[in-house]
């Protein structure tokens, strides 16, 4: 079984950064790439960008310029930078991996963009 458990959000102002985590812990042997996604409410899951297990980054584009993701392997841990954020970036941000074949889901963490 693995964990994943994110942290980091909270209501911040149009323009303003946050910076997500994702922890991962459990059996969590073999480094897997990692995935950010987010739902607005009411719609769909989103996918956000994903960070390989050598740290090259893809991005929705969305938020390619304004987002960065970042792992730090030996904490098991994936970083969600925001920047610039934007009122339609409000949304519960989730990390996901698989391992095993099996994929895993935090439980979200809520960012709230508003003036």
């Known amino acids: 079984q693995v964990q994943l458990v994110e942290s980091g959000g909270g209501l911040v102002q149009p323009g303003g950064s946050l910076r997500l985590s994702c922890a991962a812990s459990g059996s969590t042997s073999g480094i897997t790439v990692m995935h950010w996604y987010r739902q607005a409410p009411g719609k769909g899951r989103e996918w956000v960008g994903e960070i390989t297990p050598g740290g090259i980054s893809n991005y929705a584009e969305s938020v390619k310029g304004r987002f960065t993701i970042s792992r730090d392997n030996a904490k098991n841990t994936v970083y969600l930078q925001m920047n610039s954020l934007k009122p339609e970036d409000t949304a519960v941000y989730l990390c996901?991996?698989?391992?095993?074949?099996?994929?895993?889901w935090g439980q979200g963490t809520q960012v709230t963009v508003s003036s």
């Open positions: 996901n991996g698989v391992w095993f074949g099996n994929p895993y």
